[in-house]
């Protein structure tokens, strides 16, 4: 049996049978599925045993962890105190799924997989590890407004989730530089674009997914954001290595009092980005593709969760743009960052405690992963109630 050092994280209330396609990809080109651990972050009403059983049936390792099932998981590593870094109900709980990689050493790689997407074909999995172990030329982009956009090439003017209002119309510079530290690799995505409410409203669709489609041809050579440059990385499609964990945190959104929610993957991307300028590694971006097929919701719901943190998203990249500089390590990147978001005053933007609040759980965060033994004991299976 081949030693098994990729956790695949899954957060899923609904389509949790997209595994089931990922398993078949990566036997299909001849990954190997001992390799993969899956961990399926969920909720207590969804069909617990259920995943566990379709872990079972394909024949890969996994765990499933409802609410109860975390809350044990942090009472067994001694750490309960910082449970409340795992917001309830949202998306961010993508978390957990690093500090259960934090407490298991084996795993040297982590996989971010959103349950609306499917892989494309080609080995999903496979093309993800030869990305963290690129060496090598490489497209760097670069703008004058110190933003790359990664859906620059496609047909229509699309902007992602995330992107700055302020930087669009960018004037775009492309290059060659070498790369030989990579340390995430973010596969974009066809069909349905990432976009926010706002855009979508925009592009003339109500039902939260845009008119707009992406295509394979959308999508040209691979690139990095050149040093000094902001992207946003959306974990929807994501690998990444065990070192960047410290410096990798999914902002507690959703579950707090100003209703800031899904800037989650964006700001921690934000954060990583920052730190792998610092350390001298590099985000890899393109390929592989999957197939993003966002279920028709209410772009005004999406709208309402997204508006409490449109004037933040505007602004956090400059604060943390004074940080970190001289950090030796992911830890002490993600502190200074920390520290500057937890000390700022930022009254002069709406909810602008939001990003106190975000500051003092990153502190938290360091902290809880200093409290993790590692290697801690291993797998808690714990489903629904029966």
């Not at 920052?274 to 028709?296: F, I, M, T």
């Not at 919701?297 to 409490?308: C, K, P």
């Not at 956090?316 to 743009?321: A, C, N, P, Q, T």
Request: aromatic letters at 12%; proline letters at 3%; one cysteine or more.
């Amino acid at each position: 049996m081949s030693e098994q050092d990729i956790c695949v994280i899954v957060p899923t209330i609904r389509e949790w049978e997209c595994m089931e396609e990922y398993v078949a990809n990566a036997r299909e080109h001849g990954f190997d599925t001992d390799r993969l651990f899956v961990v399926l972050v969920t909720e207590e009403f969804c069909d617990t045993d259920g995943m566990a059983a379709m872990l079972d049936d394909l024949g890969v390792d996994g765990a499933v962890f409802d609410g109860p099932a975390r809350e044990a998981w942090f009472a067994e590593q001694g750490v309960s105190e910082y449970s409340h870094l795992i917001p309830e109900a949202s998306h961010a709980q993508t978390s957990f799924g690093l500090l259960y990689m934090w407490a298991n050493e084996r795993f040297d790689y982590g996989v971010f997989i959103d349950d609306d997407t499917l892989p494309h074909d080609e080995d999903f999995f496979g093309t993800h590890m030869e990305n963290l172990a690129y060496e090598g030329e490489i497209e760097a982009r670069s703008s004058d407004e110190s933003w790359v956009n990664v859906l620059d090439d496609a047909d229509a003017d699309l902007y992602p989730r995330g992107y700055p209002y302020a930087a669009m119309d960018e004037d775009v510079e492309r290059e060659t530089t070498t790369v030989d530290d990579v340390v995430a690799s973010q596969g974009l995505w066809t069909n349905v674009p990432d976009l926010d409410a706002v855009r979508i409203l925009m592009d003339g669709d109500l039902q939260g997914q845009a008119q707009s489609r992406t295509a394979r041809e959308d999508f040209g050579e691979e690139f990095v954001a050149a040093e000094g440059q902001y992207l946003t990385v959306c974990s929807m499609n994501l690998a990444f290595r065990r070192e960047v964990i410290p410096a990798f945190y999914q902002l507690p959104m959703d579950d707090n009092r100003w209703d800031v929610g899904r800037f989650d993957d964006i700001w921690s991307g934000l954060f990583l980005k920052r730190a792998c300028d610092v350390l001298g590694k590099q985000v890899y971006n393109g390929g592989p593709l999957c197939e993003h097929n966002k279920a028709p919701r209410s772009t005004f719901d999406d709208l309402q969760n997204e508006v409490a943190g449109l004037e933040l998203n505007e602004h956090v990249w400059e604060v943390i743009d004074d940080a970190a500089a001289g950090a030796g390590s992911y830890r002490e990147a993600f502190a200074s960052m920390a520290d500057a978001l937890a000390t700022g005053e930022f009254e002069a933007w709406n909810n602008g405690e939001f990003l106190n609040y975000c500051g003092e759980h990153m502190n938290d965060w360091l902290d809880c992963l200093d409290a993790i033994e590692s290697p801690a004991a291993e797998t808690v299976e714990v489903a629904a109630d029966d």
